[in-house]
């Protein structure tokens, strides 16, 4: 595969604050061959995150993102969303500045939703208008829940929630196909609740992790067979490495199951919010 990261997050994405130059240099100094921003467009997010979203940004993190995206000091940041035209601007700048030393691409993380056509044509429009190299597709949300926060988990039960957002993920892409890779296919393993309490038993992890493909595979098959039906990749994301789930995205389960079922692309990504964190996992 060389040395490439095609998941990596700048301070266009509303959740992280890093400066594309240093993810650039950074990128250099360890001998990578290619990188790819694919900053977060999640159309539509909900605004009930809005408050912890800016909260955990941080007030030098809100005057960055309005910075970034042309507002006035006062001005609401938007969620998951920045200024395009600056994006390809600046990325564009870098790649000329920095050509000979590393290949820069230009690309973007589509956070598709199940049910709407409506966001599906604007996604379609920004992959055309904006000539993107690289596009992921990807799911954060599961009924407008965001896994990443306990509370939208409730007290459902544990795998009922998992299933959910698989069905919704092969609901998304069934809509939705215009992308080359599908990124981190269970982002939702990563934030399930009771991680934290299992910490310290690794083996229940691994146990976990082993047994999720199975507790899903039917599912999990009918995502496999259409993106292996379009020709489109599959992401290994190693951002799971270093957290308490201590395992790719996805398990090596569930890419036995691609590979079986005749998947041979692959797209490969650290999901870098920092410049620190480019090709972890992937060198």
């Known amino acids: 595969m060389g040395k490439t990261d095609f998941h990596i997050h700048s301070y266009f994405s509303t959740d992280s604050v890093e400066d594309p130059e240093e993810i650039v240099k950074t990128a250099i100094k360890r ?35 309005r910075f970034v995206n042309g507002l006035e000091s006062d001005a609401k940041i938007p969620l998951f969303k920045f200024d395009m035209e600056r994006y390809i601007t600046e990325i564009s700048d870098l790649k000329l500045k920095y050509y000979g030393d590393i290949d820069i691409k230009i690309g ?18 920004m992959k055309r208008h904006y000539k993107l190299d690289f596009v992921l597709g990807s799911l954060h ?3 407008d829940r ?6 939208s ?14 069905y919704e993920l092969h609901e ?7 992308f080359d890779s599908l990124a981190h296919i269970d982002y939702v393993a990563r934030y399930m609740p ?28 009918d995502i496999l067979k259409t993106i292996i039906r379009r020709g489109q990749a599959l992401e290994i ?44 996992g992937l060198l």
């Not at 900053?39 to 993102?65: A, C, N, T």
């Not at 965001?146 to 509370?151: L, R, T, V, W």
């Not at 082993?210 to 098959?221: F, M, N, Q, T, W």
């Open 108 to 125: 973007a993380e589509f956070g598709l939703r199940p049910y709407r056509a409506d966001l599906c044509k604007e996604y379609s429009y």
């Open 31 to 65: 001998g990578m061959e290619a990188i790819c921003f694919t900053d977060h467009i999640d159309l539509d997010f909900p605004e009930v995150y809005r408050e912890e979203i800016e909260k955990s940004l941080g007030d030098k993190g809100l005057m960055l993102h």
């Open 146 to 151: 965001d896994p990443f926060y306990k509370e």
């Open 172 to 178: 998304a892409i069934e809509e939705y196909g215009d």
């Open 141 to 143: 949300l599961v009924d």
């Open 237 to 280: 994301n190693t951002a799971g490495l270093y957290g308490t789930y201590a395992h790719t995205h996805p398990t090596k389960q569930i890419l036995r199951a691609y590979s079986e079922l005749g998947g041979v692309k692959f797209s490969y990504g650290s999901d870098a919010h920092k410049a620190d964190d480019v090709g972890r």
């Open 194 to 221: 009771n991680l934290e309490d299992l910490k310290h038993d690794p083996e229940q992890i691994n146990d976990f992790a082993d047994s999720l493909y199975e507790a899903h595979a039917g599912v999990i098959d």
């Open 153 to 166: 988990w409730g007290t459902c039960d544990i795998n009922d929630f998992i299933e959910e957002y698989f």
